[in-house]
């Protein structure tokens, strides 16, 4: 039976490519260990699932109540459609400079300077 013969010239090429792919492979792995989940962003919730956040009337301060009962004293529910869910999304920070007054009123909060 005869052996195939192998050229020097091939031999090397594919020792080449394989040289290529372990490096682009190694290359794809270190830039996923350095960049960790990059592309995946957490967002933190403003309450924890059952409840639902109320504002402090008067003040930048908020609170977080069960959904089976109503703010306390002091607090009020956000004005639908401008509730935030998440921390620092579009409702998040326009409550932080913004507050109700006891009319329900939107006005500039007082303690923010």
Same mark, same amino acid.
Request: glycine share 12%.
């Given at each position: 039976?005869?052996? &195939?013969?192998?050229?020097? +010239?091939?031999?090397?090429?594919?020792? #080449?490519?394989?040289? @290529? @792919?372990?490096?682009?492979?190694? #290359?794809? /792995?270190?830039?996923? @260990?350095?960049? %960790?989940?990059?592309?995946?962003?957490?967002?933190?919730?403003?309450?924890?699932? #059952?409840? *639902? $956040? +109320?504002? /402090?009337? %008067?003040?930048? %301060?908020? +609170?977080?109540?069960?959904? =089976?009962?109503? $703010?306390? +004293?002091? *607090?009020?529910? *956000? $004005?639908?459609? =401008?509730? &935030? !869910?998440? @921390?620092?999304? =579009?409702?998040? !920070? *326009?409550?932080?400079?913004?507050?109700?007054? !006891?009319?329900? !009123?939107?006005i500039p909060a007082p303690d923010v300077n």
């Open positions: 039976m005869d052996m &195939p013969r192998i050229n020097g +010239a091939a031999s090397a090429l594919r020792a #080449g490519r394989v040289r @290529v @792919v372990a490096a682009a492979l190694v #290359g794809a /792995a270190a830039v996923s @260990v350095l960049t %960790g989940c990059a592309g995946f962003e957490y967002r933190e919730d403003v309450c924890s699932q #059952g409840e *639902y $956040p +109320a504002l /402090a009337v %008067g003040g930048s %301060g908020s +609170a977080c109540f069960s959904d =089976k009962e109503e $703010p306390s +004293a002091g *607090y009020a529910r *956000y $004005p639908a459609g =401008k509730v &935030p !869910k998440q @921390v620092d999304d =579009k409702w998040d !920070k *326009y409550w932080n400079t913004h507050t109700l007054d !006891k009319n329900g !009123k939107i």
